[in-house]
């Protein structure tokens, strides 16, 4: 692939990327993998003796459970922000659903947050509050929120989110009299 130089005919798309990490939420996919290996230690190692169905309800409880809690954990490790010009998206964990893309044009501004905690959304993941609107809080710390034209608001957790904001200010359109959004 050849470069190019910067012309109308070769436009370079401008993206920025952040994430935030959660290493905390590793020990409970750990704990979520334990969960599994004793349903399934019990499944191997058991003499079923003691009756059929209360060995079969543990065995499923236990690899129930465990998934639960590996998979819950795992789509929230972490979350990515991808802004180019035209669009931002959001993508979570390692597989990155849930995902979210939110057209730029639909945005009416961003702020830098400088504190939030999973407490003030009812804990970490993908979230909605009526008072407040959706979030995505993979760790405590500093976030952007995006004011939506439609009234709503979604907030990010992410590293540098000064940084975030600015670029998603400079990429916003400014709104034409009169036009509906």
């Not at 590793?26 to 230690?41: H, P, R, T, Y």
């Not at 789509?75 to 990155?96: N, Q």
């Not at 947050?113 to 970490?124: A, N």
Request: glycine letters at 10%; one cysteine or more.
């Amino acid at each position: 692939m050849r470069d190019h130089p910067r012309d109308e005919t070769f436009p370079q798309t401008e993206i920025w990327t952040g994430r935030a990490t959660n290493r905390f939420q590793w020990l409970l996919a750990l704990a979520g993998a334990a969960c599994m290996a004793l349903g399934i230690e019990l499944a191997v190692d058991s003499a079923w003796e003691s009756g059929i169905a209360p060995l079969a309800m543990s065995v499923v409880g236990c690899i129930a459970a465990g998934l639960l809690m590996l998979f819950g954990t795992l789509a929230f490790v972490h979350v990515a922000l991808k802004v180019d010009t035209e669009t931002l998206e959001v993508r979570c964990g390692h597989i990155g659903v849930p995902r979210r893309r939110i057209p730029l044009a639909s945005v009416a501004g961003a702020e830098f947050v400088p504190h939030v905690t999973p407490r003030q959304w009812g804990g970490w993941g993908y979230r909605w509050r009526p008072e407040k609107g959706t979030a995505v809080v993979v760790r405590r710390g500093e976030g952007i929120v995006l004011r939506l034209w439609d009234g709503h608001t979604f907030t990010i957790t992410v590293d540098n989110a000064e940084t975030a904001v600015r670029i998603i200010t400079d990429r916003l359109v400014p709104p034409t009299p009169g036009a509906v959004h």
